[in-house]
């Protein structure tokens, strides 16, 4: 067994931890002086960054088609099990299309993982951040509510880009 000795012994003020204290009273009293950043939420809106998570999309693209081909994993990585995807064969170059794709925003917890993993930067985080619900039904967003044109996402997919 070995003894560990102390490698400084302190001082009377320092067992008092009164350079401590005054650290923290600084540090609080600098905070307090700072102005505010509250914003007046319905007058001032929130424009959040490029970085912000908001609810999940589906990317489509120019020509009116979704980029999302089906292949499940966005739904699989899901932690709280939100997504719902059911594939379909398809005519176009790409060779299958969902026919079902369903977010529960109720279970959402806008992690991002479903982006991260999806290989065709079909399912994008958006910047809305307002989503109301008069009903549990109403939650459940399909591809309806989903789809949005690239345009709309640019900021998003290439910051995407930048950082991947």
Known sequence: MSIQKREKNLNFFEKL???EIMKGMALTLKSMFR???T???????FEPSSSYRGRPVLVQDNNGVERCVACGLCARVCPALAIEVQ????E???????????INMLRCIF???????CPEEAIVMSKDYELVFKKRDDAIFGKDKLLVPVENLKE???F?????
């Open 17 to 19: 931890y009164i350079p």
């Open 35 to 37: 102005p505010n950043v």
């Open 39 to 45: 914003l007046q939420y319905p007058e001032a809106r």
């Open 87 to 90: 594939a379909s064969e398809t």
């Open 92 to 102: 176009l170059e790409k060779e299958r299309y969902p026919v079902k794709f369903e």
């Open 111 to 117: 992690c991002g993982f479903c982006e991260e993993v």
């Open 156 to 158: 998003r997919i290439e």
């Open 160 to 164: 995407l880009r930048a950082f991947k």
